[in-house]
């Protein structure tokens, strides 16, 4: 709910979506660009940046004292042609109540994102606060929520589930090696799976870019994660790429799926429905990413 007309008023113009972004389906982001509401250019940049989605982020990237000001410049935003996410506070705080009372309803709101989500009742809970179907993103951080994957993922509302790394690696004392991350990034992406949902979102690789973020990225392919969170506008396009599929990629879907095509099926063997599905899917993705 709005609290000062004011700050409406000093919204200067209308907030504009980068328009492939905003007719891509989210189960198919692979870039989310976490942006803080403590400025209202900061969402202005954000939303005609190429990430995928945007997120305006309500909780870490607000300190405390400004948080209430950050949710009227978030509501304005999403009733002022703003699309975005936004990513609210832990369940059961006021914050969170407060978060919910302020972006529910809102016609630019395309969902929510769970700080700390350790339980499937918080999901729920906060599901509950908002319009129907409004998905919910369970941001896991914890050692609590990596162990309650399977059921966070199942709870009616889970949209997807993204990976804290940040406050994980604070939780559990693990470094930032990919070998000690696996299996955490395993358990998200077995429940994922298992409960029907879109590959989860990974966490961001603080302060890399170029050659180093493609390093990340490729770690979050091989572990089966589909998107990645971001910090930064500009990396946006060096994870869009490295998550899509490759040039290479799509000039094999292509070939299997021609020859598939006029019937050839002299060579087919117990890998042959299989990769059949991939080139399929590889084909599906470059026709989103690429129209």
Partial sequence: MLTDSKTTQRSSRMF?????????????????LLASASREC?????????????????????????????????????????QAWVRINTEGTKDWAADLEAVAGQPGLR??????????????QTSLQLPSKTPVIALVETALGVDNASAIARAPGTFRLAFGIGDFRRDTGASDDAM????????????????????????????????????????????????????????SPTINAALAPSSADIAWAASVLKTHSRGRTDSIDGSYLPMLARARRISDLASSYYP
């Fill in 16 to 32: 504009v979506r980068n328009t492939r972004a905003a007719n891509l389906p989210a189960n198919l982001s692979r870039s989310w």
């Fill in 42 to 82: 900061d969402l202005h940049a954000a939303l005609a940046s190429e990430a995928d989605s945007v997120v305006f982020d309500l909780e870490d990237g607000v300190p405390e004292a400004g948080k209430a000001a950050a949710r009227e410049r978030v509501a304005v935003a999403l009733d002022n042609g703003a």
């Fill in 111 to 124: 969902g929510v994102m769970l700080a700390m989500t350790e339980e499937p009742h918080q999901v729920v």
């Fill in 180 to 235: 000690a991350l696996a299996y955490a990034r395993g358990r998200l992406v077995v429940a994922s799976r298992a409960a029907g949902l879109p590959g989860p979102i990974d966490g961001p690789t603080v302060d890399a870019k170029g050659r180093d973020l493609e390093t990340a990225c490729r770690t979050t392919l091989s572990m089966g994660m589909t998107g990645k969170l971001c910090l930064a506008a500009g990396t």
